[in-house]
């Protein structure tokens, strides 16, 4: 399988894969326990209000990491994130949607319209996968989990991998798609014709989901 492998940022990026690019390079939020923030703490220098002002900065690389930041604040960061999802920027709308779902609780539970329709609608691809994670997450998990496991066999490894790895994130409830994790990583190995991160995403997500299950 042929995979676009270059991931760059800026208008070169197909708008499908801008918010993943994005991601990528950023990650997903600092290494700062949600449940210990709130909305006057300082992460990274930034509070939640002050990480709201520069998503609506003129560049990217600062909107996006104003929206990284939020996810450390756990639910005192709810009412912005969910903002987010309405943000332009498809990059901000996916890591909005990521956060969300990772956070769940009344933030995640409040964000389902919302993320709904961006899961139906949304012009970004990447967006829409975001938001089928936190669909899933909230237990909505029907058609968002076949998108995701759809994407395992996305042409693009930057989408291959972030599928794996919110398939991974969902733990037990993601079950379903252990069959397809398996044909990813079979046919991705390394020093095959395939691509191997692809494969050690899989490998990952799978490690994730049996080990959910065994507690369950």
């Given at each position: 399988?042929?995979?676009?492998r270059?991931?760059?940022?800026g208008?070169?990026v ?13 990650g ?8 210990l923030?709130?909305?006057?703490t300082?992460?990274?220098g ?29 639910e005192?960061?709810?009412p ?11 990059a ?17 539970e ?7 329709k961006?899961?139906?609608d ?25 998108l995701?496991i759809?994407?395992l ?28 994790l ?9 020093g095959?014709?395939g ?9 990952e ?12």
């Amino acid at each position: 399988m042929s995979r676009d492998r270059t991931v760059r940022i800026g208008q070169a990026v197909p708008t499908r894969l801008a918010a993943i690019a994005i991601a990528v390079m950023i990650g997903w939020g600092p290494t700062v326990s949600p449940t210990l923030c709130r909305a006057e703490t300082k992460v990274a220098g930034r509070t939640v209000e002050s990480c709201k002002a520069e998503l609506k900065d003129d560049n990217r690389v600062v909107r996006c990491a104003a929206a990284r930041t939020l996810g450390a604040f756990g639910e005192a960061a709810g009412p912005a994130l969910t903002e987010a999802l309405t943000h332009d920027d498809p990059a901000v709308r996916y890591l909005a949607a990521s956060h969300l779902g990772r956070i769940g609780g009344k933030p995640l539970e409040n964000a389902q319209k919302s993320l709904r329709k961006l899961f139906q609608d949304d012009s970004s691809a990447a967006v829409r996968l975001a938001a089928a994670y936190a669909l899933c997450a909230a237990g909505d998990s029907e058609d968002p989990l076949r998108l995701l496991i759809t994407r395992l066999e996305s042409p693009e490894r930057a989408m291959c991998c972030s599928a794996a790895e919110m398939l991974g994130q969902l733990g037990a409830t993601a079950a379903p798609a252990l069959s397809a994790l398996e044909k990813a990583r079979d046919e991705n190995l390394p020093g095959g014709k395939g691509d191997y991160h692809v494969g050690g995403a899989a490998t990952e997500a799978m490690r994730k989901i049996r080990a959910a299950l065994a507690k369950s």
